[in-house]
C-alpha cells in the first residue's frame, strides 16, 4: 500500500507556471511507475503525462508536449509536474497516480493508488 498526497496547486495567470508534487508514504517509491491526470468540470478525466520507475521513460498528451514536465526524485519518493505557459484550458483537478505493475502510460485502469487531487485555476 502506498499513500499519495498532491501540493502546488492554485490560481496563476495566463502564461505563468506552477510546480505540483506529488509525496508518496507507506510504499517502494522507486518500485511504482508514476503518472499525471486532470478533469476539468464537465470534461472527462484526461492523462497529461507518465514516468517510468527509473525516469527513463516519460509520455506527455500532445496538448502539453513542450510546455509540461514530469519529473521524479526517489531519494524523496516524490514525483514532480513543472507547468509552464499555463492556458486557461489547463484548468483542472490534477492528481497524481502510482502503479504497482510498471509501465502503465496514459490508461487510468492500470493506476492502482490515487491522491486527492489539487485544483490549478488559470485565469486573469
Known amino acids: 500500500q502506498v499513500q499519495l498526497e498532491e501540493s502546488g496547486g492554485g490560481l496563476v495567470q495566463p502564461g505563468g507556471s506552477l510546480r505540483l508534487s506529488c509525496a508518496a508514504s507507506g510504499g517502494t517509491f522507486s518500485s511504482y511507475a508514476m503518472g499525471w491526470f486532470r478533469q476539468a468540470p464537465g470534461k472527462e478525466r484526461e492523462s497529461v503525462a507518465a514516468?517510468?520507475?527509473?525516469?527513463?521513460?516519460?509520455y506527455y498528451v500532445d496538448s502539453v508536449k513542450g510546455r509540461f514536465t514530469i519529473s521524479r526524485d526517489n531519494a524523496k519518493n516524490t514525483v514532480y509536474l513543472q507547468m509552464n505557459s499555463l492556458k486557461p484550458e489547463d484548468t483542472a483537478v490534477y492528481y497524481c497516480a502510482a502503479a504497482d505493475r510498471g509501465w502503465s502510460g496514459s490508461n487510468p485502469r492500470l493506476y492502482d493508488y490515487w491522491g486527492q487531487g489539487t485544483q490549478v485555476t488559470v485565469s486573469s
Open positions: 514516468i517510468s520507475r527509473s525516469g527513463g521513460s516519460t
